[in-house]
């Protein structure tokens, strides 16, 4: 099927428009749904792909609450400004909606509204989670993420939330197929290692190191260290372990 710019020709229903731009391209394959009132148009179509796992042939990933992910190379990848804010509306529209009489007509336009802005909340965050995926395996042959899917993390309610907003199964999940489809290995770090406590200049562990302190300085060496990108390169030490 053929499509560009902004339409896009469906078979039987002919030429529509779509709100973003798209390639142009022809496609085999591809899928409309309908989220809330909206529809959607998911296609899949081949590009020419080049191998580059250049550079750093190890990263260790550091999922953060500051910041959406902290690499060992020094790259961050900052949560979006829109996802913030749009998480407050969310909130605000559910009570909103919770407020109204059952049966109403209103009640009915402020559940569309409400399951409109999730699919705009859950869209963001998987888009900020694909930049991310693609820079991962589109430029390292081997990623080192932890694991955070454990219960006992979430004792922590702050990092919870901030694990939960990240979305980690969202982010393991895209990473798995990304890493079959550029040919690079996952490694997944035990949950046990103490990747943030750990100096990555010269091995020391910290007794205990709280989350609001967001610079690491070593107790024996005095290495000093952004927090995140400590904990990164440690983690990227693992793939040798
Ligand atoms: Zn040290």
Same mark, same amino acid.
């Given at each position: 099927?053929?499509?560009?710019?902004?339409?896009v020709?469906?078979?039987?229903?002919?030429?529509?428009?779509?709100?973003?731009?798209?390639t142009?391209t022809?496609?085999?394959?591809?899928?409309?749904?309908?989220?809330?009132?909206?529809?959607?148009?998911? $296609?899949?179509?081949e590009v020419?792909?080049?191998? =580059?796992?250049?550079?750093?042939?190890? *990263?260790?990933v550091?999922?953060? *609450?500051?910041?959406?992910?902290?690499? =060992?190379?020094?790259?961050? $990848?900052?949560?979006p400004k829109?996802y913030?804010?749009?998480i407050?509306?969310?909130?605000?529209?559910?009570?909103?909606?919770?407020?109204?009489?059952k049966? =109403?007509?209103?009640?009915?336009?402020?559940?569309?509204?409400?399951?409109r802005?999730h699919?705009?909340?859950?869209?963001?965050?998987?888009?900020?989670?694909?930049?991310?995926?693609?820079?991962?395996?589109?430029?390292?042959?081997?990623i080192?993420?932890?694991?955070?899917?454990?219960?006992?993390?979430?004792?922590?309610?702050?990092?919870?939330?901030?694990?939960?907003?990240?979305? $980690?199964?969202? $982010?393991?999940?895209?990473?798995?197929?990304?890493?079959?489809k550029?040919?690079?290995?996952?490694?997944?770090?035990?949950?046990?290692?103490?990747?943030?406590?750990?100096?990555?200049?010269?091995?020391?562990?910290?007794?205990s190191?709280?989350?609001?302190?967001?610079?690491?300085v070593?107790?024996?060496?005095?290495?000093?260290?952004?927090?995140?990108l400590?904990?990164?390169?440690?983690?990227?030490?693992?793939a040798?372990?």
């Amino acid at each position: 099927m053929p499509m560009g710019g902004t339409s896009v020709k469906l078979p039987t229903i002919g030429w529509v428009k779509t709100y973003e731009g798209t390639t142009t391209t022809t496609t085999t394959k591809l899928t409309i749904s309908r989220i809330a009132d909206e529809w959607y148009i998911a $296609f899949a179509y081949e590009v020419d792909c080049v191998e =580059s796992h250049s550079t750093h042939e190890v *990263v260790g990933v550091d999922v953060g *609450v500051k910041e959406l992910a902290t690499l =060992s190379t020094g790259v961050v $990848f900052a949560n979006p400004k829109a996802y913030k804010k749009n998480i407050q509306k969310l909130k605000r529209l559910s009570k909103a909606h919770a407020q109204k009489a059952k049966g =109403s007509s209103n009640r009915h336009k402020s559940k569309i509204k409400l399951a409109r802005h999730h699919a705009k909340v859950s869209n963001i965050r998987k888009d900020s989670l694909h930049k991310l995926t693609n820079h991962l395996c589109k430029n390292h042959a081997v990623i080192v993420i932890e694991d955070l899917s454990v219960s006992g993390m979430m004792q922590n309610h702050k990092l919870a939330q901030s694990i939960a907003d990240c979305g $980690f199964y969202e $982010f393991k999940r895209q990473l798995e197929y990304k890493c079959k489809k550029y040919g690079c290995t996952l490694i997944v770090a035990d949950r046990w290692y103490p990747s943030s406590k750990i100096c990555s200049s010269c091995g020391h562990k910290k007794e205990s190191l709280s989350l609001s302190e967001r610079v690491y300085v070593c107790d024996k060496c005095g290495h000093t260290l952004d927090r995140d990108l400590n904990a990164a390169i440690n983690l990227s030490r693992r793939a040798l372990a």
